[in-house]
């Protein structure tokens, strides 16, 4: 292992960052009394900078902090991986048994905004410290956080760990490799802007034919709908951002062309074609990414594909189920919380009636006459019928015996 530190000073705890040179290949490093940020390759194949952060006590101090680390984010642009103890939280409900400081919660979000980090959100448990004392502080000013690369190339999910002899929590942040299953089928509006998705779906659905009740054959019919979506997908609609990338790429070629040589008709009627195939690419792009992370388009400025893509990766972390606690018992494999959900679930919807009730007797009608008084009159099903034709103009009644009355 190799390693790199700042010793403690006083009470101040000091910083100790430890790696594998077999993983992780260091290339640059900068450090001071309140961080070590290294810069470097992981696997050959990522490269990215990590901060080890330890802000001070005063707020003061630690708005001096956030702006020197704003410098650096120009001077080591990779994908940033900051995380530490910031003594410092973004809203109020990260703390308990605190007065306000709305002026630091302020300026520390600022600070995350011009780095553009987000923050994860932390599973397992809601605050990362503890004053351990009997009128008990609580608060979350440890997090890690991460550039927008670091969420498209990775699943990671961040875990608060037990709190022993520190007043601190340990936070782990690892890669998810659970299985939870097939995906559920989710229907792309993009879809509807290809010229053969109406017919194509029109003419799946007529030509399915599957046996059993009205339910049933529905839910086959949708069932099989569903497959065949999944493969025109492949093959028809295709790889939307590498089709726009290749038209992209071909307009530009002619476009460079023009430069050097008028062009040929085939090539100007072909440059017309790429770029109505560009803008409705991109408009597919616009509509996919837009549905993936349920953020209003038209409130977002201009088409920023990366800022969405992170937001949909953001809201998928923000509402998977990562572990539950069922009287008392904790689930965190993905098999136990799809069974404990489906038993809540199911309890929720099962009837306690052993026999449901039926209706039936004499039906009876009830008039009130010219003083309001209630009468209750029974009548045959013969005598119905004759009041009903004459209600309607000694019409005959309808196929179900009843026009209006």
């Avoid at 080591?76 to 630091?104: A, H, V």
């Avoid at 011009?114 to 990362?128: A, N, S, V």
């Avoid at 049933?216 to 997908?233: F, P, S, V």
Wanted: aromatic share 12%.
């Amino acid at each position: 292992m190799e390693y790199m530190s700042v010793d403690s000073e006083g009470s101040a705890r000091g910083l100790l960052c430890i790696w594998d040179p077999e993983i992780f290949k260091l290339n640059g490093y900068c450090s001071n009394r309140r961080f070590i940020l290294f810069s470097g390759t992981f696997l050959n194949s990522f490269d990215y900078v990590l901060l080890n952060v330890y802000a001070p006590n005063d707020a003061s101090i630690r708005n001096i902090l956030w702006e020197i680390l704003v410098k650096l984010k120009s001077i080591f642009p990779n994908p940033w991986c900051m995380g530490g103890d910031f003594n410092e939280i973004r809203n109020n409900g990260e703390r308990i048994g605190f007065s306000r400081r709305d002026k630091g919660m302020k300026e520390f979000n600022e600070f995350i905004n011009k780095c553009e980090l987000t923050d994860l959100p932390m599973l397992g448990r809601k605050y990362t410290w503890c004053n351990a004392q009997e009128n008990e502080k609580w608060s979350r000013i440890d997090r890690i956080m991460l550039s927008p690369e670091w969420l498209i190339s990775f699943k990671l999910k961040l875990w608060g760990l037990p709190r022993l002899l520190s007043d601190h929590c340990p936070l782990l942040i690892r890669k998810d490799e659970r299985d939870w299953g097939p995906k559920p089928f989710k229907f792309i509006n993009a879809w509807t802007l290809h010229p053969n998705f109406p017919s194509f779906v029109e003419n799946t659905w007529k030509e399915t034919t599957v046996r059993g009740g009205p339910g049933q054959a529905l839910l086959q019919k949708l069932k099989l709908l569903k497959l065949a979506l999944k493969k025109w997908n492949s093959e028809v609609f295709g790889n939307i951002s590498t089709n726009l990338k290749a038209a992209e790429v071909e307009s530009h070629d002619l476009d460079i062309s023009v430069e050097e040589r008028p062009l040929l008709a085939s090539e100007r009627d072909r440059r017309r074609v790429l770029q109505n195939e560009i803008w409705k690419l991109s408009k597919m792009m616009k509509w996919m990414w837009q549905q993936k992370s349920r953020v209003n388009w038209t409130l977002n400025g201009d088409k920023n594909t990366r800022f969405f893509h992170v937001m949909a990766s953001c809201k998928q972390n923000r509402n998977i189920i990562n572990i539950i606690s069922v009287n008392g018992v904790i689930h965190k494999e993905p098999d136990t919380i799809k069974q404990e959900a489906l038993l809540h679930f199911k309890k929720q919807f099962t009837e306690d009636w052993a026999n449901r009730p039926s209706l039936g007797g004499v039906f009876k009608l009830v008039q009130v006459n010219h003083h309001f008084q209630e009468l209750e009159i029974e009548f045959s099903e013969a005598e119905i019928k004759a009041a009903i034709k004459e209600c309607n103009g000694n019409k005959a009644p309808g196929p179900d015996g009843f026009n209006l009355l």
